[in-house]
């Protein structure tokens, strides 16, 4: 996937597979949504993510919460 930008921010987004932390186990904020966004959906939160899984998986929860961008 190519760098997209954000119209609202001017910023560039990028791929989660394209981040250099990505690898890097989940932040503390991305945990405690997913947790937040899986109750919503009525699904178990999944645990020992990376960054960039994470970051994937909060997209796809948002989609079916109706959180999306």
């Known amino acids: ?3 997209q930008t954000n119209a609202d ?3 560039t987004i990028k791929d989660p ?3 250099t932390t990505g690898e890097e186990p989940a932040t ?3 945990e405690s949504y997913l ?3 899986a109750a919503e959906a009525k699904e178990d939160a999944p645990e ?3 960054k960039a ?3 994937r998986r909060i997209d796809d ?3 079916k919460t109706g959180r999306g961008r």
């Open 9 to 11: 921010t001017g910023n």
């Open 17 to 19: 597979s394209d981040w």
């Open 28 to 30: 503390g904020a991305q």
């Open 61 to 63: 929860l948002q989609e």
């Open 1 to 3: 996937m190519s760098d």
């Open 35 to 37: 947790h937040t966004l």
């Open 48 to 50: 020992g993510l990376t």
């Open 53 to 55: 899984e994470a970051s």
